[in-house]
């Protein structure tokens, strides 16, 4: 599930939840919901998230394994 994606790559990255929150603008509290599947992301914040890890949507949804974005 891309919920998954998105821990590992924060994770992959040493980062903490509150990193990432601080990122989106938003509470840890409630960036940890969205890790969980308690409250869905906004497509701006995967969006943001993607950009962020210089990775595709398609890989966060798991639509493609590959991480690296064509250029």
């Known amino acids: ?10 994770e992959d990255n040493d980062l903490k939840q509150s990193d990432i929150a601080k990122l989106l603008g938003i509470q ?11 409250q869905n992301i906004p ?13 595709s949507t398609d890989y966060i949804f798991e639509r493609t394994d590959k991480q690296e974005l064509n250029k």
């Not at 840890?28 to 308690?38: C, I, L």
């Open 43 to 55: 497509l701006e914040h995967l969006i943001k998230l993607a950009d962020y890890f210089g990775v």
């Open 1 to 10: 599930m891309y919920l998954k994606r998105l821990r590992d790559l924060r």
């Open 28 to 38: 840890q509290t409630v960036y940890s919901r969205y890790e969980r599947g308690a």
